[in-house]
């Protein structure tokens, strides 16, 4: 029953050192699995030079490890061949001194001789003695005892020996043996005298002591030779890691980051000779590179500001999409074309963005530049309520290379004032076409029918004819005029401005048509100051308004009726006093100045027949004659638009009031004389600038 516990308890340590003993082999089976990926893993992380520079040091190595091994191997076997020579030449040298003691049986003088020969020479391990039947009878030494002679007489043993061995004489056997003490050369040489087989001498020789040092070099050197390289190797590697592979890397490195865009990367090797030169060269270059880096990333963008701003101030529109349609930039010129303020179009598509029937005409000449077939294209469409004339210019944005389409320009110009001039042109042609075809058709009526009939007409008649004739060239002589100054005044030509007394003037007016105002019994007054102040124009020019708006106002006043011409400051800053009805003078009241004024205002006023709303909205049109339906004189319609030139010139502008059998009055504002003429001419360019971008004719009232 005690021995059950015991029993148990062995049975759980043998279970449980099973198990180590399967943990330990299962971790030695893994390490065994995992050496051999670790070690590709590790062989992996070199470079191809390095491998083979590893391989062809491991080769050389091996070479010269050889080299050296075979060499010194020579060497050991020329020295035991030499220890076997030496042992034979000493077993032949005592057989012949003691084959006569063998043969007379003198064993003690064998004795002594022999132990004298081995005492002789430490190279003897043993001799022994033995009779033809291998018995050995002689032996030194048998025992450790120093009593030699005894011991060896007291020898009975056998040796085993070829039966061939009595015949070889002058051959003795030879062969070697591994001891504890190392390699020990057995010489067994036959005892003969006179042809009497004796027995056999052995001698045991000790391993020469040249041979061992040498075998023991052999290794040594060997060893010393493959660790020598190796060591030459690693400090090669390690001085080249040093000085050249660690330099050479990190200048690579530094090129790559410069091959990056990072022209920061510096090298901070302490570095001599070439090497160091090369660094600092290339620590130099990338400074360099830094700064001009810099410098081209301030003009790119002192270059992206000039063009956004160029873009910005474009008169005409732009728009820049990519390779797919999307916007990528819009002016806002095109943004106030399309009403597209305050809108963020980056990424849309830009046909979806524009009216429906635009995007519809758009979508081919798009589609055309997109598939490559043309790298410009163009369109021209009318859009929008009023309508505008829009010319759309395509043109293909692609790389230098030309073959990759990188987007899209798009240009749009707003042609409706070019349009409107050329159609204002059209019509003026054919308007001057029309008023010159007319009395040039009269006038040859009428002198073609007195050049044909002549002599048939009545001294009356041809009176009348010529009367027509003459009205007609007049009438031709005034309109050639009045188109050479409306395209005087249409012209960029620059007006001289001086101070001018407008009293004169209005006065020289009044009397230049004071006898076809008596033709008419109309009455002409003047009311204006006689202290009026200097106005700044144009002398010739102001007096060509006044006769201008006096002639057509008395050309539509009724007999009986009356024409004023006012003049007078403006705002009204004076006091106005009755004039003296004993002064005989008709000149109205008198003005007193009561401050420095800004402007005065001139009103030529009629009792004619009046301008109706229609007309009044044309009336400053060219070649529009309002008496076309009043049935008056005939015009040639452009007298209005002439005045309306001039006084844009003089930086202002012609008034009206109309109403139908009531009267009309024109009225326009010049400055003072203290004004400055640039500022003038400023203002009067800025009038007409306003006037050229303006969509409709203008219609003054």
Not at 287 to 306: F, G, H, M, R, T
Not at 432 to 461: A, C, W
Request: glycine share 6%.
């Amino acid at each position: 029953m005690a021995s059950d516990p015991a029993t148990a308890q062995n049975k759980a340590t043998n279970e449980a050192t099973a198990e180590w003993a399967t943990r330990v082999a299962g971790a030695e089976q893994t390490t065994r699995r995992g050496l051999w990926p670790q070690a590709r893993a590790w062989w992996a992380e070199f470079s191809l030079q390095t491998k083979l520079l590893a391989v062809a040091t491991l080769v050389v190595s091996l070479m010269m490890t050889g080299i050296t091994f075979f060499a010194l191997n020579g060497i050991q076997r020329d020295t035991a061949m030499n220890d076997t020579r030496y042992a034979r030449d000493l077993g032949l040298l005592l057989a012949g001194n003691v084959s006569e003691l063998v043969a007379e049986g003198r064993d003690r003088e064998l004795a002594n001789v022999t132990e004298t020969f081995w005492r002789s020479s430490r190279s003897l391990r043993y001799i022994f003695f033995a009779d033809p039947d291998g018995i050995v009878y002689l032996g030194i030494p048998v025992s450790g005892s120093d009593d030699a002679s005894n011991a060896d007489l007291r020898l009975s043993r056998r040796l085993e020996l070829p039966d061939e061995l009595r015949n070889r004489t002058q051959n003795p056997l030879v062969r070697q043996h591994a001891t504890p003490q190392g390699q020990v050369t057995d010489v067994f040489v036959p005892l003969v005298e006179n042809n009497n087989y004796l027995g056999v001498l052995a001698l045991g020789v000790n391993p020469n002591e040249t041979a061992l040092a040498s075998a023991a070099l052999t290794r040594e050197v060997t060893v010393a030779v493959f660790i020598s390289i190796w060591v030459l190797v690693i400090l090669g590697a390690v001085f080249n890691a040093l000085t050249i592979t660690r330099p050479v890397k990190e200048l690579l490195r530094g090129v790559r980051s410069i091959g990056d865009g990072d022209f920061r990367a510096r090298i901070g090797l302490p570095m001599g000779g070439e090497l160091g030169e090369l660094l600092d060269g290339f620590n130099a270059m990338a400074s360099q590179l830094q700064d001009y880096d810099a410098a081209n990333i301030e003009e790119l963008q002192a270059a992206q500001v000039k063009q956004a701003s160029l873009i910005a101030t474009m008169a005409d529109g732009a728009v820049l999409l990519d390779g797919a349609g999307r916007i990528v930039l819009v002016n806002p010129t095109a943004r106030r074309l399309f009403r597209w303020e305050g809108r963020n179009l980056e990424g849309q598509d830009f046909l979806n963005e524009l009216p429906e029937l635009l995007s519809v005409e758009l979508h081919e000449p798009l589609d055309a530049v997109f598939s490559k077939e043309t790298d410009t294209n163009e369109l021209r469409s009318s859009v929008g309520d009023p309508p505008r004339t829009l010319r759309f210019v395509i043109q293909a944005v692609r790389e230098p290379s030309g073959d990759t389409l990188k987007g899209i320009a798009v240009t749009i110009q707003d042609l409706t004032r070019e349009v409107e001039l050329n159609a204002a042109q059209s019509r003026f042609i054919s308007n001057v076409s029309h008023e010159l075809r007319t009395p040039l058709f009269n006038i040859k009526s009428y002198v073609e029918t007195l050049h044909d009939m002549g002599d048939q007409l009545s001294e009356e008649d041809r009176k009348e004819f010529l009367g027509v004739a003459n009205s007609e060239t007049d009438r031709l002589t005034r309109l050639v005029n009045d188109v050479l100054d409306l395209s005087r005044l249409e012209s960029n030509r620059v007006v001289q401005f001086s101070a001018v007394d407008l009293r004169p003037g209005l006065e020289q007016t009044l009397r230049s048509y004071q006898l076809n105002a008596s033709d008419k019994q109309v009455e002409l007054s003047l009311e204006a100051d006689r202290e009026l102040p200097d106005v700044l124009g144009n002398w010739d020019l102001i007096l060509q308004v006044l006769d201008n708006l006096v002639g057509n106002a008395l050309k539509f006043s009724r007999s009986g009726g009356r024409l004023m011409i006012r003049a007078y400051t403006w705002p009204d800053s004076c006091q106005m006093t009755p004039s003296d009805p004993n002064s005989g003078s008709n000149d109205g009241p008198t003005c007193i100045l009561s401050s420095p004024l800004p402007k005065i205002r001139v009103e030529v006023c009629d009792t004619g027949y009046g301008i109706s709303e229609e007309s009044q909205q044309r009336i400053f049109e060219r070649f529009y004659r309002v008496e076309n339906a009043v049935h008056t004189e005939v015009g040639t319609g452009l007298g209005l638009s002439i005045v309306r030139g001039i006084l844009e010139k003089h930086g202002s502008m012609i008034c009206m009031a109309s109403e139908l059998d009531v009267g009309t009055t024109f009225w326009f504002e010049l400055p003072l004389a203290q004004e400055d003429p640039e500022e003038l001419r400023w203002r009067a360019e800025r009038q007409s600038e306003d006037e050229r971008l303006a969509l409709t004719p203008r219609a003054e009232t």
